[in-house]
């Protein structure tokens, strides 16, 4: 009986998400114990498709992102906080809102700067600023802070690349790497 009245909920929220688009947090999420709030992400969790390309799977992924926030906002000591704000971030990346990607992955960083998904959300801003944002300043700005504050990640490398090579064009990456493999030849 406990899971169908999850799944009446669930539904329930899916209709007010589908019908109110907008990124205030969800009265029936407001109102659901720790617990509740736990089974729900965990049932949409698992209810989430890759392809969000179709109405109802971006209602669905736009469900869980609120869900995340609403649990971060209701208990933000959980231990849990850094792994629901990544998952939101990359869900939102996939649903192409890199800006609101980017501001919870600073609430990463920011809030949850020992959790292991700090780094990894330090760095993605830089590559979401460099690659979606077209922004190469603050790209650079990101990717240099990435290497001065995690100097042993392995991540380090990929950044040096990106930061040596903001705004060049595919074409010029490309001459580039032919040169490369050339000298490397002789």
Partial sequence: MKK???LILASIVFSFV?????????P???TLSKAEMEDF????ESLLKPDLNNEKGKNQAEVLVKAYQDFITAYPK???????LFK??????????????VDLYVKLVDQYPSSQKAPL???????????????DKKAGELYKLFIEKYPQNKLVKDAEFS?????????????EFEKNQKKNKV
């Fill in 4 to 6: 169908i009245s999850h």
């Fill in 18 to 26: 589908s019908c109110n688009n907008n990124q205030e947090s969800n």
């Fill in 28 to 30: 029936e999420t407001k």
């Fill in 41 to 44: 992400i965990k049932q949409n």
């Fill in 78 to 84: 959980d231990t849990i906080c850094a792994e629901y």
């Fill in 88 to 101: 939101a971030a990359d869900i939102s990346r996939g649903l192409g809102r890199s800006l609101h990607a």
């Fill in 121 to 135: 959300a330090l760095f993605l801003q830089g590559f979401l600023f460099d690659n979606e944002l077209n922004d």
């Fill in 163 to 175: 930061l040596n090579n903001l705004g060049k064009s595919d074409e010029e990456l490309i001459e």
